[in-house]
């Protein structure tokens, strides 16, 4: 099955909002995602609608789904920071870059490449508009999750903190040439 990643489509709002309430209902989702459930039903159509429109125009963030035969099975999201802002976890950013969110793969999907397809599509776009890096945030006792970053080329930073779900460690990637190419030199 080969599998690419594509942005979504403003008026695709009703599939962005199925998509995430799944992921929110998935068994790992306490250590996966700052919102529940509860909270992201609760949520008018209006609020998909603006959620979709933004992730599918303009540079600030961007949605990407994986699909089979019109299916959507997976999902990415990136938010992009310049160099000075400080980011959704109060931290302050010195070097252009997207951070990863929202990263969620049907169970019946999982490792055959999804993520990767997600990542890669994710990839191309924060290079696109000159950012420098990818980064993320992962529970710590996410470890399935973290070895499915790995794969995909990140490294962890080495910083840790806490948030509403608990432990996390950030993880990031290069997104240009040289960089992958003095990350793999690092991690080898």
Same mark, same amino acid.
């Given at each position: 099955?080969?599998?690419?990643?594509?942005?979504?489509?403003?008026?695709e709002?009703?599939?962005?909002?199925?998509?995430?309430?799944?992921?929110?209902?998935?068994p790992l989702?306490?250590?996966? =995602?700052?919102?529940?459930?509860?909270?992201?039903?609760?949520?008018?159509d209006?609020?998909?609608?603006?959620?979709?429109?933004?992730a599918?125009?303009?540079?600030?963030?961007?949605?990407?789904?994986?699909?089979?035969?019109?299916?959507?099975?997976?999902?990415?999201?990136?938010?992009?920071?310049?160099?000075?802002?400080?980011?959704?976890?109060?931290?302050?950013?010195?070097?252009?870059?997207?951070?990863?969110?929202?990263?969620?793969?049907r169970?019946?999907?999982?490792?055959?490449?999804?993520v990767?397809?997600?990542?890669?599509?994710?990839?191309?776009?924060?290079?696109?508009?000159?950012?420098?890096?990818?980064?993320?945030?992962?529970?710590?006792?996410?470890?399935?999750?973290?070895?499915?970053?790995?794969?995909?080329?990140?490294?962890?930073?080495?910083?840790? =903190?806490?948030?509403?779900?608990?432990?996390?460690?950030?993880?990031?990637?290069?997104?240009?040439e040289?960089?992958?190419?003095?990350?793999?030199?690092?991690?080898?």
């Amino acid at each position: 099955m080969t599998v690419a990643g594509r942005r979504v489509r403003a008026d695709e709002w009703e599939l962005v909002r199925d998509l995430r309430l799944d992921a929110v209902r998935d068994p790992l989702a306490p250590i996966a =995602f700052l919102h529940s459930y509860e909270a992201e039903a609760a949520h008018p159509d209006e609020f998909w609608q603006d959620r979709a429109f933004n992730a599918a125009s303009g540079d600030a963030a961007a949605q990407f789904v994986a699909e089979v035969d019109g299916e959507w099975i997976g999902t990415v999201t990136v938010i992009r920071w310049d160099a000075g802002d400080t980011d959704h976890h109060g931290r302050d950013v010195t070097a252009p870059r997207g951070d990863v969110v929202g990263v969620f793969v049907r169970p019946e999907h999982r490792g055959s490449g999804v993520v990767d397809a997600l990542i890669s599509a994710a990839a191309a776009w924060a290079r696109s508009l000159g950012d420098e890096s990818l980064t993320l945030d992962v529970h710590a006792d996410n470890v399935r999750a973290q070895a499915a970053y790995r794969r995909v080329g990140f490294v962890e930073t080495g910083a840790r =903190f806490s948030s509403s779900i608990g432990p996390e460690l950030e993880m990031s990637r290069a997104l240009f040439e040289a960089d992958l190419r003095n990350a793999d030199k690092v991690s080898s």
